[in-house]
């Protein structure tokens, strides 16, 4: 696998993310800056991770969506990449237009910090092959503005196409209003492009990739990506 | 010349920091505040004198950048 991490003033996720791209696929990933206008020949997967970028000007992700990098970054969705954005990097992928809706304000107006419990809405993709349809697991969230809003007409298409990746849940699995700390939409946690390539969400997979972080909870969207580009090759 | 770019949440899209304002406001005794909503004003200063091209060149900026449209409203006024 060949992964590219893409940094941005006030990116500080970037370590973690390669942390949990190097256990999974043994390889380490490179890191760009974003003032870079080529991608490293041969990229197949492109992580943007989370952070604060540019303070949060503006709009979270606004500025990062703006950024030399982003128009590389663009291309190779175009091509039919790989693109994983992880909090802050699903803001910058839904301000860069690569993903719809948009992120509001948590609607406790509260910065969660704190587990979360996901659904595996979507099997069978380049992010949750190594999950079941329906598997629950837990994820660390970190962020002030991850409340996913959508008009009910987006909303409809992302069910009907299933590409709702992820819900927020409960301990026994169930769509709850207590489960959806943010407020988002549907207890949408994540979503995916409709050719299956790209995926955002807010909570932090990333960050439970080892027993000494807590759990491995987040490896199999690691061990998945590694998977599907093996089939690919 | 100088324009303002008003941007406000979208009718029907939450807005927890106008909700928390109206709170704020109730607890220090202001009665009869019906809603409230929170947004931002941008103000450019602008190279072009025509107020008709700077205000279309300023709408451009906001569906580009300044507002995210799909959760944003906005309006242009030259100042």
């Known amino acids: ?46 992580v943007l991770p989370g952070g604060f970028s540019y303070g949060d000007y503006l709009r979270c992700g606004a500025m990062a969506a703006q950024s030399p990098i982003m128009a590389a970054v663009r291309a190779h969705a175009d091509r039919g990449g790989l693109v994983l954005g992880v909090c802050n990097g699903f ?37 949750t092959g190594r999950w079941q349809k329906g598997a629950t697991f837990r994820a660390p969230m970190a962020h002030g503005d ?14 009907g196409e299933g590409l709702v990746a992820f819900r927020y849940v409960d301990d026994r699995g169930e769509v709850t209003p207590e489960a959806n700390r943010n407020g988002s939409a549907r207890n949408i946690a994540g979503i995916l492009s409709p050719n299956l390539r790209m995926c955002g969400l807010m909570p932090h997979p990333e960050d439970l990739v080892d027993p000494l972080m807590g759990g491995e909870d987040g490896l199999p969207m690691f061990e998945s990506l590694v998977e599907s580009l093996a089939e690919t090759a | 010349m100088k324009l303002l770019v008003t941007v406000m949440p979208k009718n ?33 200063d602008v190279a072009e004198t025509d107020p008709a091209k700077a205000r279309a060149a300023a709408e451009e900026m906001a569906r580009k950048l300044l507002a995210n449209t799909v959760i944003e409203s906005f309006r242009v006024e030259t100042a």
């Open chain 1, 1 to 46: 696998m060949k992964a590219a991490i893409i940094v941005f003033p006030g990116t500080n996720r970037e370590r973690d993310m390669k942390i949990a791209l190097e256990r999974a696929s043994g390889h380490a990933p490179a890191m760009l800056f974003h003032r870079e206008t080529e991608l490293p020949a041969g990229t197949d997967l492109v």
């Open chain 1, 91 to 127: 803001q910058i992928m839904i301000e860069a237009g690569l993903l719809p809706g948009g992120l509001l304000r948590n609607a406790t107006l509260r910065f969660l910090s704190m587990d979360c419990r996901m659904r595996v809405e979507r099997a069978g993709t380049p992010f």
């Open chain 1, 146 to 159: 991850g409340n996913y809003f959508a008009d009910e007409a987006t909303l409809d298409r992302l069910e």
């Open chain 2, 12 to 44: 029907g899209v939450l807005d927890p920091q106008g909700k928390a304002i109206a709170q704020a406001l109730g607890t220090l005794g202001f009665g009869g505040v019906n809603d409230v909503r929170a947004g931002k004003v941008i103000e450019l």
